[in-house]
């Protein structure tokens, strides 16, 4: 059965970094795009970034374009995201997700299918 946990939030202050974990199991996460999504209260769920298959294929809003950095490697079934220069509106719950193989990229990207329970990011002095 494919799961997926994430890990690696916390509280940090603005400036700060943290780096978030998604481990895959129950299937070969290298054969999937893995998406991150997050959730700030009050807010509807957004894409943050996306990950393909293959090299080239990455994608990140706009709002964090320069300070977040997503990355894999398939040998460890795991997907990260380094988030660096932190601010108070990065704050939020962040998922990590994917779809049934064989589902594209973009469709992983937009509206993923399956989803990780989530790790709380706290951004605040």
Do not use: H
Not at 32 to 59: D, H, L, M, T
Not at 101 to 117: A, I, K
């Amino acid at each position: 059965q494919l799961q997926l946990v994430e890990s690696g939030g916390g509280l940090v202050q603005p400036g700060g970094s943290l780096r978030l974990s998604c481990a895959g199991s129950g299937f070969v996460m290298g054969d999937y795009p893995i998406a991150w999504f997050r959730q700030a209260p009050g807010k509807e769920r957004e894409g943050v970034s996306c990950i393909g298959r293959y090299k080239g294929f990455i994608n990140y809003v706009d709002s964090v374009k320069g300070r977040f950095t997503i990355s894999r490697d398939n040998t460890k079934n795991m997907v990260w995201l380094q988030m660096n220069n932190l601010k108070p509106e990065d704050t939020g719950v962040y998922y990590c997700a994917t779809s049934p193989q064989g589902s594209t990229w973009s469709s992983v990207c937009t509206q993923p299918r399956y989803w990780g329970p989530g790790t709380q990011v706290t951004v605040s002095s």
